[in-house]
């Protein structure tokens, strides 16, 4: 069965980075795009970054350009979300989503406070 499972949240100071991590399984992984979606307390859950099978094309909202990387190795089946010059509005449960067939992973918590 497809199994998603994030890493690498926790507590950083605002202007610190993370790279969040996403290991994929149960499916042929170099055929699917991946997206890496938040949800903020209190709001809906948002599209944070994109990538497609190939890496060839990604796409990012407007909030996190310039200074989030979503990046993707197809050998070892994970997707990443390097995340640098956070900010408190970053603060969010991480989600990672395969769209074709609508799977997510549990979320991984990313808090950006002093």
């Known amino acids: 069965q497809v199994q998603l499972v994030e890493s690498g949240g926790g507590l950083v100071q605002p202007g610190g980075s993370l790279r969040l991590s996403c290991a994929a399984s149960g499916f042929p992984f170099r055929y699917y795009g991946m997206s890496w979606y938040r949800q903020a307390p209190g709001k809906e859950r948002e599209l944070v970054a994109s990538v497609s099978n190939t890496a060839g094309t990604t796409n990012y909202a407007d909030s996190v350009k310039g200074r989030f990387t979503i990046s993707r190795d197809n050998l070892k089946s994970m997707v990443y979300l390097q995340m640098n010059r956070l900010k408190p509005e970053d603060t969010a449960v991480y989600y990672c989503?395969?769209?074709?067939?609508?799977?997510w992973g549990q979320g991984t918590l990313v808090t950006v406070s002093s």
């Open positions: 989503y395969r769209p074709l067939g609508g799977y």
